[in-house]
């Protein structure tokens, strides 16, 4: 099948690039994965799905009324951060997080403003970090959900429950002991918090997405998973965080970025993805005791930092090579080790 | 009347040089409009009118006495943050905000140093921005006037009362009803809030004196305040911010940056400059959230991240265009659509 | 006695680095100085000292599994800011700070990946400031710092005790007079707590250690100890902080880095970096107090901020000029005024 096929398809095109905005949140330039991401979603819970959709087009749509790079908006990289931004406000401002609610009229001109703005904030985060050969990441999703948020609770017009999702660990009990399904749903949960689902099943649904376009990030996927819940565990985190997956969903996502996405997978990086999983484990502790008193969630703050961090100086180590192509999406192909 | 023939005299250049950097606090790279902004000043509060002449020449003579680029002193880019954070500091810490109070000896001191420092934070961030074709905007003043803001409350010396303003839109009573006056007061106010005063005849003033360098900068100020104003009214805004202009003085700063200042005026730019008044409003109310537990007001700082957030990737976008020249003073002559 | 000789000998060259790491937190490419804060750290606790070496070997190691630029390991620049977040992890976690305790093993594996993780810091750090002709400094501890000492909080296997170190200025009391010792305890103690050590006459020994490499930046860092300590005498900071040396440790910094580490030293320079250690001042206060809430130290971000809000537009001011060599040793050979 040719997946390319719409993707300069005089009117399907706008689906084509919205549903590669969904891949990108995992970094898959492919409009299938989008599409089981979407189905994932929609078993989970149809709410979802459809606030998904909405934020990908709001993002997207921008783009093209701004008249941005058409390059860009092919491989849907205007479209990630919108779709992540409405999810992020239905989110955590339903009475039911699991579920989601369908939003009031005010509350979706809101979310589309926030997913148009994340479209200005990922072209400014480009722009800036464009001579470091490093990508914004969902980092314009992180900056301008949290200042949406914020607002919502104080405008009548938007009915914002109090946040019933738990945003710290030290929010769970510390004496549930784990069980097995601690970790195969903690497991799986990780992948789907990156899509705010509280499913696991969703979560698995969502690694097969994944492997449709590369199984080697398909696999990093599952790993930083492994890897974030293993910490926690470790370490004593409380149950029920890590069977909400809530110590891993960062930790998954830095396993893709670091190993095969933007540095070449070897031994070496490999190793080095490991430790960047580690490292966002206990940084989501961090910064959810930290932004606990404000009541604020951390997204995907830690990945985008721990990340950051660890690309922007790849240029000081010689054991450390760019993933071969700026397009990311199959790494088998650059695979050196 | 030759308005440029103080500017390279020899004794009375430097009183040109700080009338400007008075203006350039609404882009207004000219002596007269900064006369009428400190008459304005003045019509409310003598003290605040003084105050605002300190911190300019604070931040003016260190830009001299490091030998900064005269092109940049010339057009008093080196004054507007220096005036800011004396108009802060003195308002944050006076025990009525309306009139502000004489500052003690101390005060003075710590003052003229805070307005001091900003030369050299403008200088850095200019530096740092200067690739990407983004000016540091007020950003020295929100950094330094919140640092300084802080030490303030605990040093002996400078008797700081507790923060008589109200900060946050939860502040204020909910139950309210908007009357005429909450209208002309609030779209008035919100001009005059950019320099702290509480006082909408005072914000109108500032309207004339911007309009006597540039009635379009001008229109623009009144039509972000009033886009800032409607958006607080229409999501359930409190009255008593709506009147105050807090809703309002960072929308008017972001129209005017977006349009005409920094963009070439187009009927997009246009739409683009209302965006971002839009979401200037909406951000206020979730960054002064953010901040009142620590006490601290929000400053123009919501003007400032929208701005940057939507110039810094403007050369991603092929429907916007930069204003021709780089003396931001009458974009009349920059109208393209 | 040649201090370069084991700089590339093939077994000791480590020690070398790694004794270069621990004298370049205060800016001493020298492994005699380093040795010497070692001396200084082990009178005050053998575990501090201890403590310290583990830090600086385990980022310096991390730079050389990543095969990082051999000329900037040979300086020791990879390994300071491990040394401090080492420090840090153990001061803030310990029941009684002056001292130290011996760490868990699960405190050692979270402080060693601490450290190796500043590696990563400051090479991306460093990639994103060198247009600017500006350092990290020490911003990649303070970060590390921050986040590690968050998450430490709520690990179960890290067995960490109320914070008992008071980290404020309004955690002091307001009523103890000055005496003699206020100021020569306060003054050594502020070198001390560039360290984390609360003991005056190792913030001596420390300011020895520096003589040996460099009289002038030894005299900088009295000259902003003694400028911080009396800048918070005369706004009334409390005696306690005073003579913990809290008011002092970010000048005597801010002094060395301006005052001939990163400026060449004139008159005007001189004037500059008392100028930043008055600031540097104020602003532990103002930071202190704005972190208080969360129970976080400030550890050394005033130092940071201030140098780098007066070091990266340094290319605007005419009257200051870089240090005319990249390796900061010994100021002596670039004194122009």
């Given at each position: 099948?040719?997946?390319?096929?719409?993707?300069?398809?005089?009117?399907?095109?706008?689906?084509?690039?919205?549903?590669?905005?969904?891949?990108?949140?995992v970094f898959q330039n492919n409009p299938l994965s989008g599409l089981v991401i979407l189905a994932a979603?929609?078993?989970?819970?149809?709410?979802?799905?459809?606030?998904?959709?909405?934020g990908v087009i709001s993002s997207t749509v921008t783009a093209l009324v701004l008249k941005a790079d058409r390059a860009v908006m092919r491989d849907g990289l205007y479209g990630f951060n919108g779709a992540l931004v409405g999810l992020a406000l239905v989110a955590f401002?339903?009475?039911?997080?699991?579920?989601?609610?369908?939003?009031?009229?005010?509350?979706?001109?809101?979310?589309?403003?926030?997913?148009a703005f994340t479209t200005m904030a990922f072209a400014s985060m480009g722009a800036v970090l464009a001579p470091y050969k490093t990508a914004p990441?969902?980092?314009?999703?992180?900056?301008?959900?949290?200042?949406?948020l914020f607002a919502?609770?104080?405008?009548?017009?938007?009915?914002?429950?109090p946040m019933a999702k738990p945003v710290s660990p030290d929010q769970f009990s510390e004496t549930v002991p784990y069980v097995l399904a601690t970790w195969y749903e903690g497991i799986g949960t990780s992948i789907g918090q990156i899509f705010f689902q509280d499913n696991w099943i969703s979560?698995?649904?969502?690694?097969?997405?994944?492997?449709?376009?590369?199984?080697?990030?398909?696999?990093?996927?599952?790993?930083?998973?492994?890897?974030g819940t293993v910490v926690a565990a470790v370490y004593g985190g409380p149950e029920g965080a890590v069977r909400d997956g809530l110590f891993g969903y960062n930790s998954a996502l830095t396993a893709m970025a670091l190993g095969g996405v933007f540095l070449a997978l070897t031994w070496r990086s490999l190793l080095y993805a490991v430790f960047g999983a580690v490292i966002s484990s206990w940084l989501w502790a961090s910064v959810a005791i930290f932004l606990k008193p404000i009541g604020m969630p951390v997204l995907t703050s830690?990945?985008?930092?721990?990340?950051?961090?660890?690309?922007?100086?790849?240029?000081?180590?010689?054991?450390?090579?760019?993933?071969?192509?700026?397009e990311p999406t199959a790494p088998e192909e650059s695979r050196a080790g």
């Open positions: 099948m040719n997946l390319d096929r719409f993707r300069d398809h005089p009117s399907l095109f706008f689906v084509d690039w919205s549903l590669r905005g969904v891949g990108q949140v979603l929609a078993w989970n819970s149809w709410i979802y799905a459809a606030i998904c959709v909405l401002t339903s009475e039911d997080f699991r579920t989601g609610a369908i939003p009031s009229v005010a509350m979706v001109v809101y979310l589309v403003c926030a997913a990441l969902t980092m314009p999703f992180v900056l301008v959900g949290w200042l949406f919502v609770l104080k405008f009548d017009a938007i009915d914002a429950g979560g698995y649904l969502i690694v097969i997405a994944i492997a449709l376009n590369s199984r080697v990030t398909a696999a990093m996927a599952l790993l930083g998973a492994v890897v830690t990945f985008v930092l721990v990340t950051w961090l660890m690309l922007l100086g790849q240029g000081a180590f010689k054991s450390l090579a760019p993933a071969p192509t700026d």
